[in-house]
């Protein structure tokens, strides 16, 4: 449901504007218009760079205890609460970010030097270069394979191996020039293995110094997300001291807020304390309203979902209720097997117990759509790739008869009974759709907007009815025909007569406007809503291929393991289940999210006229 909203206007000197603006906070329930879009101020530039700064803190403490954590004991002290604090951890965790980069590449070069100097020791260089000065010679480092090395280098360069490290041999040449050698030329560190490791050592013990710190810091983390409270503040407060207009010479102030209904008469009772001048109304048609959305515990589970489409404009429904308990079913059908929406349901009542915050509403919808699934599996005879209509299972015996399948109920009209199902659910859902659209005329422009829509509605209805009904094999009344041929004539009227109520204003034209629009309309109901029902079907290939691929598997896995001993077959046949119904499981969980949201957002939408577009009521506050 959309909450009804209350436009504000205030006049406010400039004098007073800053403990208006101070009080409007304390009262937290005025959405603030920007009525200068765009603007932006050094102040507000700021706060931004400093949410973002924590935003990314946040995250990368996230990730830091989801890594490392397990690796802790770390306990969680008592959290400071001083803005002082929430700065001095910001650049902590900051400061523990940089080191752990900063570590990270020490390691790496020391790990670097030390798997370069372990195949020649732990030898000393001052040794090297006293035998260079003595002899002469320039002492050189080889590597290459075993079978690479020639002898006769011993008798030329004095040669002399060193180790045979991971299938290379290592040594060193003595020459006063670079030795005329077919093997890889090797340019050391100057510092010893030793240094190297004890290096290693300490940057890695660092390192775990820094992943506890952080993990540490992660407990402590409600400092920053106080902080970061503060900053939205502050960004909200720099956009509202940019969200007047300066009247009178910058005199007077002129704002435009939105508030609740509700919270319009303790916030005018407030304003009539301050002696503040303001205007409260109704918001007009053609205004861009913020949006408060309200629902019962079921329907605010599928909001996610509407808000990756858009929330509605303040003209529109809210679609949530309606879509629900389609996009519960449409999930049902497309995945289609009972034993997967048993692993949904589980893992959702899973994370809905332990889980925290959006999560556990996840959990929930989760449980939602796993149950619908076990229905729908368990309707169309599906479980775990299993064809339960294929069963020679004595309990199944009296139901089979039932199932929505071909081997069950049997093909109606010729066609799978999925098939006819996944029509019929879907000329709801669009019937639904269209009812919803002239709800939304009469809310926005009275009831004879809504004729044109309303007469398709019912003239679909009671063509379904006329000629349905008996097509299988229900004989109506004679009175039941006249009343739905009636009906059907009254609704025709108002499509070819009554479809734009507007253009009657202007007499002369209203009539052939209407009888344009009424064959438009008649073309476009034809096309599109044959069109729209037919992507529907979607639920029943999606629902079927499932289905077969499980069963693919468990053939493939019976036949590939039926020659082997069964004290052996049981590991193959559960290696090949898993994987199969893994892939299987992955694949249709992404149809069954996909697919429904398609329908939702397109068929459903489409015939709702829904907008979409709209602001989220955001109020002015600390």
């Known amino acids: 449901m959309i909450e009804r909203m209350k436009k504000l206007t205030f006049l406010v000197t400039d004098q007073e504007y800053d403990s208006f603006l101070a009080g409007l906070r304390e009262q937290g329930v005025v959405h603030v218009q920007q009525l200068k879009q765009g603007a932006t101020s050094p102040a507000l530039q700021e706060a931004i760079d400093l949410k973002q700064r924590i935003q990314q803190d946040l995250a990368y403490l996230e990730y830091a205890w989801g890594t490392w954590g397990k690796h802790t004991h770390t306990t969680e002290p008592a959290p400071a609460t001083s803005d002082a604090d929430g700065m001095q951890m910001l650049e902590r965790v900051e400061a523990l970010r940089d080191k752990e980069v900063a570590t990270c590449h020490a390691i790496d070069e020391a790990s670097k030097n030390v798997s370069r100097m372990e195949p020649?020791?732990?030898f000393d260089w001052a040794a090297v270069r006293r035998i260079e000065e003595e002899t002469g010679l320039k002492?050189?480092?080889?590597a290459c394979g075993n079978k690479s090395y020639?002898?006769?280098?011993?008798?030329?360069?004095?040669?002399?191996?060193?180790?045979?490290?991971?299938?290379?041999?290592?040594?060193?040449?003595?020459?006063?020039?670079?030795?005329?050698?077919?093997?890889?030329?090797?340019?050391?560190?100057?510092g010893t293995l030793s240094l190297y490791q004890q290096q290693l050592a300490e940057a890695e013990q660092s390192l775990a110094e820094t992943h506890d710190a952080l993990c540490m810091l992660y407990q402590q983390r409600s400092m920053l997300e106080r902080e970061m409270n503060r900053a939205q503040s502050e960004i909200q407060l720099h956009r509202v001291e940019l969200s007047d207009e300066a009247l009178a010479d910058g005199a007077v102030r002129l704002m435009v807020g939105w508030t609740l209904e509700q919270k319009a008469p303790a916030l005018t009772q407030w304003l009539d304390q301050q002696g503040i001048y303001y205007e409260i109304e109704d918001p007009a048609l053609d205004e861009d309203v913020p949006v408060k959305i309200t629902n019962n515990s079921f329907s605010s589970l599928f909001e996610p979902i509407l808000r990756m489409y858009s929330l509605?404009?303040?003209?529109?429904?809210?679609?949530?209720?309606y879509f629900a308990p389609f996009f519960m079913l449409f999930f049902g059908l497309c995945l289609g097997d009972g034993g997967y929406g048993l692993l949904v349901l589980i893992g959702g009542l899973l994370l809905a117990w332990k889980g925290q915050g959006d999560a556990k509403a996840y959990g929930r919808l989760g449980a939602w759509l796993g149950g619908m699934t076990v229905i729908c599996g368990l309707a169309t005879?599906?479980?775990?790739?299993?064809?339960?209509?294929?069963q020679d299972w004595a309990f199944l015996a009296p139901v089979k008869k039932y199932f929505i399948s071909d081997n069950g109920i049997g093909p109606i009209f010729g066609y799978s009974p999925m098939m006819v199902l996944s029509v019929a659910i879907g000329l709801v859902q669009v019937l639904l759709g269209m009812v919803l659209k002239a709800a939304k005329a009469i809310k926005n422009y009275g009831f004879a907007y809504a004729i044109g829509t309303l007469s398709w509605v019912v003239a679909i209805v009671a063509a379904i009815v006329l000629f349905g009904l008996p097509a299988c094999g229900v004989e109506l009344p004679m009175v039941l025909q006249y009343i739905l041929y009636a009906l059907i004539g009254l609704s025709v009227?108002?499509?070819f007569f009554y479809n734009n109520p507007a253009s009657y204003r202007r007499p002369a034209l209203g009539l052939l406007s209407n009888i344009g629009g009424g064959v438009w309309s008649t073309y476009s109901m034809a096309t599109g809503l044959l069109g729209d029902l037919l992507s529907y079907i979607r639920l029943f290939a999606l629902g079927l291929t499932g289905g077969v691929l499980g069963g693919v598997f468990n053939t493939l896995a019976l036949d590939m393991t039926s020659s082997m001993p069964w004290y052996i077959r049981w590991l193959p046949l559960i290696i090949i289940l898993l994987f199969?119904?893994?892939?299987?499981?992955?694949?249709?969980?992404?149809?069954?999210?996909?697919h429904p949201m398609r329908l939702t957002f397109v068929e459903f939408f489409k015939n709702a006229d829904y907008s979409g577009g709209g602001e989220e009521y955001d109020p002015f506050k600390k």
Do not use: C
């Not at 005879?381 to 294929?390: A, K």
């Open 312 to 321: 509605p404009s303040y003209q529109d429904l809210d679609p949530t209720v």
């Open 493 to 495: 009227l108002g499509i």
């Open 580 to 594: 199969g119904h893994g892939i299987t499981f992955a694949l249709s969980m992404i149809s069954a999210f996909v």
């Open 120 to 122: 020649w020791g732990d």
């Open 150 to 190: 020639n002898p006769a280098w011993e008798e030329t360069y004095f040669t002399i191996p060193v180790s045979d490290w991971q299938k290379r041999l290592y040594f060193v040449a003595f020459s006063p020039e670079e030795p005329d050698i077919q093997a890889e030329l090797l340019e050391l560190p100057s």
């Open 139 to 142: 002492v050189w480092f080889y």
């Open 381 to 390: 005879g599906t479980v775990f790739g299993i064809d339960l209509t294929q």
